[in-house]
């Protein structure tokens, strides 16, 4: 039977920038549970599919700043004595609920040792404590397709300087093609953040400023994912605003010839952004919404782990869900064989939801689409504990259907090429589909700050054309704290009250250190200075061959008078 459609998981793998943060609640904390819970399991069930002989594809984003800090030796040594922690602690709980005589919670004290200790052997033995490589290795095989995004996850649009847009996809690219040996094809932009181009009146003049898919396109990048209502709200080129000036006006040229078969706009297929050769595919939100929907999303089962409710002693989670309303006192013990029930029923419904979605696309239109199913990898194994094995089973399912073929999106991109160009409103995965999770009263006092640096950037460069060593170090210093003050992680955890202070206080630590540099090279070179920015390196330990050239002005030459 010839197969219908296609479908890819698009997996976003993020965790803000901590190395040297500290512990629990907030610091490298982060990441050692995102590996323990979530990467390292991941890993292991994707090889597991691979050595099984399974024929599965899927799409996995990576973060450079993601990437930078699983390379780190030091995040990688904290790594494992938090693994080792935790074997300790399963094995401390079991001890103590065999003598209270609890076989119930022994029972699964020992489920948890055994877990742990066999994440620690894949972790130092069967991925050499190097989960990049693990991750590479698939790439090399077919099995996965690694994306790329900004550098620090910088959120793009709120940025005032092309000049940062440029640096944060370059250096992530860069950072990408160091780490995985290749250059990236796809790119999740952070945060799902877009901005069409523009052209704005200032003074006596107008400024111009190009899409976000010209600066994708300059690295070579040909794809980025986009919310579903992102690809509803586009129109078709040639058909774009009737201002003179406006936030479509731009879109003229290539994209204009381009084929224009439909006005109906679908996550089922790619399209041409603009004038470019970049694509983009939105998330199908059918398959979003059985996962993320709080009322009837799977991880909300009855009979999976509860997240929130931890063992006093060692901060283990004992616990099902349970149920709608049930406080956590009134919890039920964990029961892993009903969960694994569930994990297979939901990975039946999923398949079967995505074969139905498949279907009806190519019934209803006769082209060979795909559904791009989209979600934080934090998710899985961390939030959701049963997540991994949920994805291993639609995996193996997939795998096997008459209908569906797996694929990476990129792969399918090439085969499918787009056949209609649109213009993308500007637009983000947050609140109402706009930028006010980032930029509110809560935080709009950090953006003037972000783009004064951003201008300070661009003129320590143009004061030093021709930087001998010594100024090429702070200048390339100055841009690794630029980028790792514009993370959007900041902005979003105050917004969100996670960790208001320990993200204010990261802010304000890389934006203190980059005046620090500015102001030396706003003076005669001292050692001190060189000294300065070496002791801050050593500190961050990202971006080692950063090339903060690409800080540069970037809008002067474009800039127009208006008649």
Not at 133 to 151: P, Y
Not at 467 to 488: C, N, P, T
Request: aromatic fraction near 10%.
């Amino acid at each position: 039977m010839a197969k219908q459609g296609a479908f890819t998981f698009v997996l976003h793998s993020h965790i803000p920038y901590c190395r040297s943060a500290g512990r629990w609640p907030h610091g490298e904390e982060w990441i050692h549970e995102a590996a323990a819970e979530t990467y390292i399991p991941l890993l292991r069930a994707l090889y597991d599919l691979r050595d099984e002989g399974v024929p599965y594809q899927l799409t996995i984003g990576l973060t450079p700043i993601l990437v930078e800090q699983l390379r780190d030796p030091l995040i990688n040594a904290h790594l494992h004595e938090y693994l080792e922690t935790h074997v300790q602690a399963a094995a401390d709980d079991a001890t103590r609920f065999h003598s209270a005589g609890d076989a119930k919670l022994a029972a699964l004290a020992d489920r948890y040792h055994a877990s742990y200790s066999r994440l620690l052997a894949d972790y130092s033995q069967a991925f050499g404590a190097d989960l990049v490589g693990a991750f590479r290795g698939l790439q090399e095989s077919g099995h996965v397709e690694i994306a790329t995004s900004a550098a620090t996850h910088g959120y793009l649009p709120l940025l005032d300087r092309d000049s940062s847009i440029a640096g944060q996809i370059s250096t992530g690219a860069a950072s990408y093609e160091q780490a995985f040996g290749r250059r990236p094809r796809s790119i999740w932009l952070p945060e799902c953040a877009y901005r069409p181009p523009t052209a704005t009146a200032v003074g006596g003049a107008i400024r111009e400023r190009p899409g976000i898919e010209q600066f994708l396109e300059e690295q070579g990048l040909r794809l980025f994912f986009t919310e579903t209502q992102t690809i509803a709200g586009g129109r078709q080129v040639g058909k774009v605003r009737g201002d003179a000036i406006g936030p479509y006006g731009l879109l003229a040229g290539r994209g204009a010839a381009r084929s224009s078969r439909s006005t109906r706009r679908t996550t089922f297929e790619p399209y041409f952004v603009g004038d470019s050769d970049v694509a983009v595919l939105g998330r199908n939100s059918k398959t979003g919404l059985q996962v993320w929907s709080g009322e009837h999303g799977y991880p909300g089962d009855g009979w999976y782990r509860e997240f929130h409710r931890k063992d006093e002693v060692s901060g283990l989670q004992y616990w099902r869900i349970t149920g709608r309303g049930v406080g956590m006192g009134e919890k039920a013990e964990y029961e892993p064989d009903r969960a694994a029930e569930r994990v297979r029923d939901h990975a039946r419904h999923f398949a079967s939801l995505v074969e139905d979605e498949v279907a009806g696309n190519y019934s209803a239109t006769g082209n060979f689409g795909i559904v791009c199913a989209s979600y934080d990898t934090e998710l899985f194994g961390h939030w959701w504990m049963e997540g991994v094995d949920w994805l291993r089973e639609v995996l193996r399912l997939l795998a096997s259907s008459d209908t569906v073929q797996l694929s990476t999106a990129g792969a399918f991109v090439e085969a499918h090429p787009p056949e209609e160009a649109v213009a993308l409103p500007e637009s983000s995965w947050g609140q109402n589909g706009d930028h006010s999770t980032w930029l509110n009263p809560e935080t709009e006092w950090m953006w003037p700050v972000i783009h004064a640096a951003e201008r300070r950037m661009e003129r320590l460069i143009q004061t030093h054309p021709n930087a001998d060593d010594s100024a090429a170090r702070l200048l390339a210093q100055a841009a690794r704290e630029l980028l790792l003050l514009q993370s959007s992680d900041w902005p979003f955890l105050v917004t969100t009250g996670q960790a208001r202070d320990y993200a204010v206080g990261r802010f304000q630590e890389h934006v203190a250190r980059f005046e620090q540099l500015a102001a030396a090279l706003e003076r005669p070179l001292s050692q001190e200075a060189v000294s300065l920015a070496e002791e801050l390196y050593e500190r961050d330990r990202v971006f080692g061959a950063i090339d903060y050239q690409q800080f540069r002005n970037r809008e002067s030459a474009r800039a127009s008078v208006a008649s």
